[in-house]
């Protein structure tokens, strides 16, 4: 069993909370502009802030794949709004 022991984790897990920040921070003009400035934004970054720090703290591969699995509804709500909003085909000019 790996121990996460020492000042890297907490390092690690700061940045992370840091990266974080700025990315709420520098996104909210974009957001709001596109209409997704709401309270769903907010809970899956937070989820996936979770995620990261449970990955970074993880001493077992069990640890480490609750922490993958706690970042995944991201992935999923990411994919979903990519599908379901096709961008109209090119008009073909000839």
Known sequence: MVVADGCWPTTL????????SLMLF???GYSAARGLFRG?????????LLGMM??????SFVT???????????AVRAWSRCTASPTPPRSRRR
């Open 13 to 20: 897990k700061f940045m992370s909370c840091v990266a974080v």
């Open 26 to 28: 520098y996104s909210r």
């Open 40 to 48: 769903e934004t907010f809970v899956l970054t937070l989820f996936a």
């Open 54 to 59: 449970v990955m970074i703290a993880a001493g």
């Open 64 to 74: 480490l794949y609750l922490g993958l699995e706690l970042m995944s509804p991201v």
